[in-house]
């Protein structure tokens, strides 16, 4: 079964420093992986995506996310903060295999300033 | 285009009530996906269209659920009767590609 891991509920960072937000998966057959962020009542946005290619892909807002393979992970990425880039983040994963995605629970980035 | 679309924003309703949420996809996309997002269990899939067939509607808590998707542009999600567990917001969104989806703003369901 598909699943897909973000092992932190919240991560702090302050604005102008890097930060990172971390994520996790498990999918039989070639992974498509994605990054989502939700700001207050609102619906989730489409961030990036990785689907074959360069493993370091780039996104909207500066984001980027790194695909590793050996690790199963697809973390988040971006190299100065902004207060405004504090929302809730979702990892989704999918495969060649099948048509929906997975979200992970979601890890919820509060940009100190 | 306007983005997924989604109808009421906000519906309050009383335990035992019909209550029927309404979704228009962005034009051209061929898949649609209902999802409901609660601070217990986050954000779950109910149920996804292809070509407006069901595919998959596992995620469907209870015979109370049901959706359909009479044409490409429209889709609607029915609990019947409603409890107050399910108080939620309810998602719809459409996608071209696999994985891209797009998202409507919602629809918050209070259900006293």
């Known amino acids: 079964a598909q699943s897909v891991a973000q092992p932190e509920d919240q991560v702090n960072v302050a604005e102008g420093n890097p930060l990172t937000v971390k994520c996790t998966y498990s999918?039989?057959?070639?992974?498509?992986l994605f990054w989502y962020v939700q700001y207050p009542n609102r619906g989730l946005q489409f961030l990036l995506k990785?689907?074959?290619?360069?493993?370091l892909v780039k996104g909207s807002y500066g984001f980027e996310a790194e695909f590793n393979k050996s690790q199963t992970s697809f973390h988040l990425k971006k190299p100065s903060a902004l207060v405004s880039d504090s929302a809730l983040y979702f990892c989704?994963?999918?495969?060649?295999?099948?048509?929906?995605?997975?979200f992970g629970k979601g890890t919820r980035l509060h940009i100190l300033p | 285009d306007a983005g997924v679309i989604q109808s009421p924003r906000h519906e309050v309703t009383e335990m035992g009530q019909e209550v029927t949420l309404r979704c228009k996809p962005i034009?051209?996309?061929?898949?649609l996906f209902w999802y409901r997002q609660t601070m217990m269990r986050g954000l779950e899939l109910l149920i996804y269209?292809?070509?407006?067939?069901?595919?998959?509607d596992s995620g469907m808590p209870e015979d109370r659920f049901s959706a359909k998707m009479p044409n490409a542009s429209f889709s609607n999600l029915k609990i019947q009767p409603s409890e107050p567990r399910d108080s939620a917001v309810y998602f719809c969104?459409?996608?071209?590609?696999?994985?891209?989806?797009?998202f409507g703003p919602g629809t918050r369901l209070t259900v006293t």
């Open positions: 969104a459409s996608s071209f590609l696999v994985g891209e989806q797009y």
């Open positions: 999918v039989s057959g070639n992974p498509y």
């Open positions: 990785y689907i074959t290619g360069d493993n």
């Open positions: 989704a994963a999918g495969s060649n295999r099948d048509d929906k995605i997975i």
């Open positions: 034009s051209g996309h061929d898949y």
């Open positions: 269209f292809n070509n407006n067939v069901p595919i998959d």
